[in-house]
């Protein structure tokens, strides 16, 4: 289990102040959330926010492609972007509480994840039927 790409996106977005319970139920939907390379993407992202070029080369990854992958994240909510004086963006992953999950949430758009996507879904025990607050 420790070499699924999707556990080790779990042990890096651990490493933000909530913590998650890399359990099959928690894995399944960060399946849901990130292709297998964002989830290789997130897998390697260091903390902090990083600008495209240093992020690549400590990434071992071609910079042209990561751009390509960190856009699509940055479009669903899977990273933050920040734009630098220099006119430069800055990439950092998005944690996956609050954060991800939210912006899956409140993407205001009737297609999937959209607003229903956490809503009566077992696997978050909130969001469980009948589950009372």
């Known amino acids: 289990m420790g070499e699924d790409v999707y556990y080790r996106l779990g042990e890096r977005l651990n490493e933000n102040q909530v913590k998650l319970p890399l359990v099959d139920q928690f894995l399944e939907i960060l399946r849901e959330y990130y292709t297998e390379e964002q989830a290789a993407v997130g897998a390697e992202f260091p903390l902090g926010s990083h600008k495209v070029g240093p992020l690549a080369k400590s990434m071992d990854r071609d910079e042209t492609a990561l751009l390509g992958v960190l856009e699509s994240m940055a ?13 430069d963006l800055a990439y950092s992953l ?40």
Do not use: N
């Open 94 to 133: 998005t944690p996956f509480f609050p954060g991800a999950w939210e912006f899956q949430l409140m993407r205001g758009t009737d297609t999937p994840p959209g607003p229903q996507a956490g809503q009566d879904d077992p696997r978050i025990p909130w969001r469980a039927p009948g589950h009372d607050r």
């Open 75 to 87: 479009d669903e909510g899977l990273v933050f972007t920040l734009r630098h004086d220099d006119g």
